[in-house]
């Protein structure tokens, strides 16, 4: 039974900067001896962890999930798995674009948790009507990924949530 | 009663958002009513909350979020929860049209053949039944002269005298 390529992503709700990759592939290829992960942004960018010389990640075989310290804010990528020959040569690929936004959804449940505390802060001056704006980048993130497909527009979402919980007290 | 599940609160913020907004939209005699606590704020909040709860679960400050959703939804929460248990205000019965009436000539092919007195009448079965038999509407007491019985819960139908070739038969359904 020849391989049908498949895997997910997902990042490390306790640590937000881990992605763990999981190989869901079906099937088997004796040919093949090793996998790589080309991680893109939406400029087009590799992105991969510190001190990697190449542009992707090495995924061993032998190791499933993976688990790789990618991340220092949240990003729209496209990830690009290929299972590869003894030569190096692609047996099987598969491009899945994917929206990391844990880290921006866990400042949004910060704010709100200090909310339930504090209740009166949604009287400050424009603090609730930041708090939706970030709130709707997230959710726009998102749903770029999800329903369009997007990372270039979820970029710009995540890109503006991730600047203002970078400059919360000028916004919260 | 027991304390709602991390869950149940998030599915109950979920409900209570459109509740919400219908009631906040209907608004009064100068337009929309203002709400402190918003539809969106409710959907922003469950979202924080079913984030948070989506990666971890165990987060002990959950249950403080949640009471806090919780308050925000206030009346709107009750009538999310009756909404989604299920439980509902009865079953609406829907009124159906009434079949068309049965006319014919008696002859010995007709819908009650001649010489026959009982037929069921399966499509007037749940109405009452007026029956006129040579333009003449009839009882359903015997007193001696002609009349016939009618059961609505199994549609049985009976005539005294057994229908006779030429007669005009008239069966009207009633509610």
């Known amino acids: 039974m020849s391989l049908s390529p498949n895997f997910s992503v997902a990042q490390t709700p306790l640590n937000p900067s881990l992605v763990i990759f999981t190989d869901t592939s079906t099937g088997s290829d004796p040919s093949i001896t090793g996998r790589r992960i080309y991680v893109t942004d939406s400029q087009g960018n590799p992105v991969v962890p510190t001190g990697t010389s190449t542009t992707y990640i090495t995924w061993v075989l032998a190791t499933n999930p993976l688990s790789v310290d990618l991340l ?32 921006n959804k866990q400042f949004l449940y910060y704010l709100i948790q200090l909310q339930s505390t504090t209740y009166n802060i ?30 270039a527009a979820s970029q710009a979402c995540l890109s503006r949530a991730t600047f203002m919980a970078q400059n919360q007290a000028n916004y919260f | 009663m027991a304390q709602l599940s991390i869950l ?90 009434a079949p068309n009436p049965i006319e014919f000539v008696v002859d010995g092919t007709s819908y009650i053949p001649n010489g026959s007195s009982t037929k069921i009448v399966s ?3 749940g ?6 038999r040579g333009g003449i ?39």
């Open chain 1, 72 to 103: 220092t804010q949240d990003l729209a990528v496209n990830v690009r798995v290929d299972w590869v020959n003894i030569s190096g040569g692609v047996v099987a690929t598969l491009n899945q674009n994917y929206c990391f936004s844990l880290f």
């Open chain 2, 8 to 97: 149940e609160v998030i599915r109950i913020g979920r409900m209570s958002v459109p509740i919400s907004a219908i009631d906040i939209s209907e608004g009064n005699l100068f337009g929309e009513r203002l709400s402190v606590t918003s539809p969106q704020t409710i959907a922003l909040v469950t979202d924080a909350l079913n984030w948070q709860y989506e990666g971890n679960p165990s987060d002990d400050t959950l249950r403080g979020v949640a009471n806090y959703l919780t308050f925000l939804c206030g009346a709107y929460g009750l009538e999310a929860q009756y909404a989604i248990s299920g439980t509902t205000g009865g079953a609406i019965v829907p009124i159906m049209g």
């Open chain 2, 127 to 132: 109405f009452n039944m007026i029956f006129a």
């Open chain 1, 122 to 151: 949604i009287q400050d001056t424009n603090y609730w009507g930041n708090v939706g704006i970030f709130w709707a980048n997230v959710t726009g993130a998102i749903t770029a990924v999800e329903i369009g497909n997007d990372i």
């Open chain 2, 123 to 125: 499509s007037f079965i």
């Open chain 2, 137 to 175: 509407t009839q009882s359903t007491i015997d007193t001696g002269g002609s009349y016939f019985t009618w059961t609505k819960s199994t549609g049985a139908f009976f005539c005294y005298p057994p229908a006779s070739t030429g007669e005009l038969f008239q069966l009207y359904p009633t509610i």
